[in-house]
């Protein structure tokens, strides 16, 4: 079993739509949790973290539920430039090593 | 300039060949990681590095090596390649205390082996 996996998708939406990703984890000493971005051929850069509270960034919406060890992602009013791969990750422990879930790719159609 | 730059962005080469793609940054981070990213699979880590006397091996760090010859400077090695290491590599920094959560990817390299 994967330590954190994601549907891969592709998810086919038209612009404005809400779609939700969903990742789990394995690992229950995971300590923080985040959502990278990933446009085609390029690096991951930081979408947001993840708090346990749940957490809000504009049209992105993020949730934690430690003890069934699910994340998601909530996108409302997907806009043509949303569309990219979008990487569940979590940190086990302090050392700044990264798990990451293969992806799910979005794709947002006008 | 960039705080992470990785050379050669992309190289294709042949089965047995050697290889060093190199990183290197200018946050002055001592951490720095390598990592490999395949289709369907996620990024995996390849080795890391917490300063320039500390080396260790990440979850599929067969087939490579590494040196750390600076605190800026991160090289990985493909002593002899093969076609199953064709992947894009990304060389890392994880945030330092204070500086949020972001780790700092290079913009990759995209590496061919035939």
């Known amino acids: 079993r994967k330590e954190v996996e994601q549907d891969p998708g592709p998810f086919n939406v038209p612009e404005g739509a809400t779609v939700a990703f969903n990742c789990t984890y394995s690992?229950?000493?995971?300590?923080?949790f985040f959502w990278y971005r990933q446009d085609c051929r390029k690096e991951p850069k930081l979408l947001m973290s993840?708090?346990?509270s749940g957490n809000e960034d504009g049209r992105f919406t993020a949730q934690l539920n430690r003890a069934s060890q699910y994340i998601s992602l909530l996108i409302r009013d997907s806009k043509l430039s949303d569309s990219a791969t979008y990487l569940c990750?979590?940190?086990?422990?302090?050392?700044?090593?990264?798990?990451f879930g293969q992806g799910t790719t979005l794709q947002v159609k006008p | 300039d960039a705080d992470v730059t990785q050379t050669p962005r992309n190289r294709i080469t042949k089965t047995g060949k050697r290889i060093m793609l190199e990183c290197s940054q200018t946050?002055?981070?001592?951490?720095m990681y390598w990592y490999r990213q395949d289709p369907g699979l996620g990024l995996r880590l390849i080795y890391y590095?917490?300063?320039?006397?500390?080396?260790n091996k990440g979850e599929i760090s067969d087939g490579y090596s590494v040196s750390r010859q600076a605190q800026a400077k991160f090289s990985l090695s493909l002593e002899s390649a093969i076609p199953n290491q064709t992947a894009l590599y990304f060389c890392?920094?994880?945030?330092?205390?204070?500086?949020?959560?972001?780790?700092?990817f290079g913009p990759g390299t995209r590496l061919t082996v035939l």
């Open positions: 993840v708090y346990s």
């Open positions: 690992n229950s000493a995971s300590q923080s």
């Open positions: 946050k002055g981070h001592d951490r």
């Open positions: 890392a920094l994880p945030p330092l205390a204070g500086e949020g959560n972001e780790q700092f």
């Open positions: 590095s917490f300063d320039v006397k500390d080396i």
């Open positions: 990750v979590v940190n086990i422990g302090n050392t700044g090593k990264l798990i």
